[in-house]
């Protein structure tokens, strides 16, 4: 869950650059993911909350913890009035601090290409777990451009500026995801493929949101002026407006699940 390229560490710029995504895959990974009611969740990586927020009104569980390295995320996350019961502890997705066979269900959302070790994190995610519980993950799909602002990262590469990447892109790939919960051990394994869209009001609230990044942000504050004016005009012909002005983006995420054996 740590990288030493990307840290979060701006829960309100995180809810607008990338929450609102999250809330768009996840609700498709929740229908997809079909769990009972009343069951105790953990969310592995759950940063401002956003995730957690949306599975707490869709699946109404007996108790939700939350566990992430950051700690001005979870602080936002805390205020959230709809997570006031859920438990949050800074920690390590690869050392997770809870007992085994502690939860229902461990998600991991838009985490595991965070997580240097990604074995080591779904290990973990199945030691907590009780026996017949699932456990799950969505994540961007880093490897074939289905990363929400690709388009954004390769003008960037392209004018030979370095971009800031997780430790574990790979772990992105369905067929690794598979490996992966297989090689944990669990049982009934499916992968899925997610496609969202996102509608801004205009190339502005793309730009600004795309400013709030903690991987695009600071390196878009740091270019040239005319580095900066090439990459603007370049996006403005890759996201042509609609004629109401809005810009739509698409993005695609692959998810995963299994049960741990009983």
Same mark, same amino acid.
């Given at each position: ?12 710029? @995180? ?5 609102? !995504?999250?809330?768009?895959? %996840? #609700? ?12 105790? !969740? ?36 805390? +205020? ?10 800074? %920690? ?5 601090? @809870?007992? =085994? ?21 779904? *290990? ?11 456990? /799950?993950?969505?994540? &961007? =799909? +880093? ?5 929400? @602002?690709?388009?954004?990262? *390769? ?25 992966? &919960? /297989? ?28 400013? %709030? *990044? ?20 370049? +996006? ?25 054996? #009983?």
């Amino acid at each position: 869950m740590k990288t030493d390229q990307i840290h979060f560490h701006d829960g309100a710029a @995180y809810e607008r650059y990338m929450g609102k !995504w999250s809330q768009l895959a %996840g #609700k498709t990974f929740l229908d997809w993911l079909d769990p009972e009611l009343g069951q105790r !969740w953990l969310d592995v990586g759950c940063g401002n909350g956003a995730f957690t927020e949306m599975l707490i009104g869709r699946c109404h569980p007996a108790s939700v913890r939350g566990v992430d390295p950051s700690e001005e995320q979870l602080a936002y996350a805390r +205020m959230r009035p709809a997570l006031r019961t859920v438990q949050f502890r800074q %920690g390590d997705a690869m050392v997770l601090p @809870y007992p =085994d066979s502690t939860f229902d269900v461990a998600v991991m959302p838009l985490v595991i290409f965070f997580v240097p070790d990604p074995a080591k994190g779904v *290990a973990e995610m199945k030691r907590v777990v009780r026996p017949g519980g699932a456990v /799950a993950a969505y994540a &961007w =799909d +880093m490897m074939g451009g289905g990363f929400p @602002y690709e388009a954004l990262l *390769a003008e960037i590469r392209r004018l030979g500026i370095a971009v800031p990447a997780p430790p574990s892109p790979e772990a992105s790939r369905r067929d690794v995801m598979r490996d992966l &919960w /297989a090689g944990a051990g669990l049982d009934a394994i499916e992968t899925c493929e997610i496609e969202v869209c996102r509608t801004f009001s205009g190339f502005d609230d793309f730009w600004a949101t795309a400013f %709030g *990044a903690p991987s695009v942000g600071p390196t878009l504050a740091t270019m040239a002026a005319e580095d900066l004016a090439v990459l603007k005009a370049r +996006m403005r012909t890759r996201l042509p407006a609609e004629v109401s002005g809005h810009i739509t983006c698409s993005a695609r995420a692959n998810a995963v699940k299994g049960r741990v054996p #009983k």
